[in-house]
């Protein structure tokens, strides 16, 4: 199960980048015309608004941090290891967080790899614990 929590997490952080940078990519010129340095320069006014969604909605997104989280989960997973309860409900809390503020995008994905992160596998301690 985390295996394939790591895999969702990763799966999901790589489309959403995948779909910011293609819906970014023919503006870049626009967005950026003095280059990306300038991108997040304060302050943020209107005219720098269509500059700072672009940057928010990319590489200063939560996919990122999420894109680590999944290959964590699941280089521990193949190591078998298995991450702590806390680290789903952790995703989980986030999760129902980030749908409250933002109800209509793609955080919902989030739901299923948190639940399976959450999920206490019965036997899965007494293995261990046995060996």
Avoid: K
Wanted: positive net charge; aromatic residues 10%.
């Amino acid at each position: 199960m985390h295996v394939w929590a790591g895999r969702l997490l990763i799966g999901i952080a790589v489309g959403h980048l995948l779909l910011a940078f293609a819906s970014l990519i023919p503006q870049l010129t626009v967005l950026a015309p003095d280059g990306l340095p300038g991108v997040i320069s304060a302050p943020w006014h209107p005219p720098q608004m269509d500059r700072q969604a672009a940057f928010w909605s990319s590489l200063g997104s939560f996919a990122g941090a999420q894109l680590l989280w999944g290959i964590w989960v699941l280089a521990a997973a193949q190591a078998g290891q298995r991450p702590s309860r806390g680290t789903g409900l952790a995703l989980l809390v986030l999760t129902a967080l980030q749908v409250t503020l933002a109800p209509y995008s793609g955080f919902w994905l989030n739901f299923l790899p948190a639940l399976l992160l959450s999920a206490n596998v019965p036997g899965s301690r007494g293995a261990e614990a046995t060996s």
